[in-house]
């Protein structure tokens, strides 16, 4: 069955940095694209990063643009996010999700990601 696994969260200080992984399997991770999105207490989800089956085409928010950057690992079946200059406002469980169609291209969409992992807690503390 699929699976996503985060990890690499944790309280760290305002400008410090993080790197999420999210270990996938049960499918062809070379095949998918893959998202992470965060959602803070009393809001909703929202999308972060994604990027392609091939890591060559990646997407922001504009909230994180320079500062966050996705990358994967395909012969792991790994996608990271290295966090940098975190902010307070970064605080968030962050998720890894998987594209829903094989080959699909990225979206922002939450739509458009058929499997999520638990989530990992990140605290930024100013």
């Known amino acids: 069955q699929v699976q996503l696994v985060e990890s690499g969260g944790g309280l760290v200080q305002t400008g410090d940095s993080l790197r999420l992984s999210c270990a996938a399997s049960g499918f062809t991770f070379s095949s998918y694209a893959m998202g992470w999105f965060r959602q803070a207490p009393g809001k909703e989800r929202e999308f972060v990063t994604s990027?392609?089956?091939?890591?060559?085409?990646?997407n922001y928010a504009d909230s994180v643009k320079g500062r966050f950057t996705i990358s994967r690992e395909n012969a792991k079946n790994t996608v990271y996010l290295q966090m940098n200059s975190l902010k307070s406002e970064d605080t968030a469980i962050y998720y890894c999700?998987?594209?829903?169609?094989?080959?699909?291209?990225?979206?922002?969409?939450?739509?458009?990601?058929?499997?999520w992992g638990q989530g990992t807690q990140v605290t930024v503390s100013s």
């Open positions: 999700a998987r594209r829903s169609s094989r080959g699909a291209v990225v979206t922002r969409d939450p739509l458009g990601y058929d499997y």
């Open positions: 990027i392609n089956w091939s890591g060559g085409i990646t």
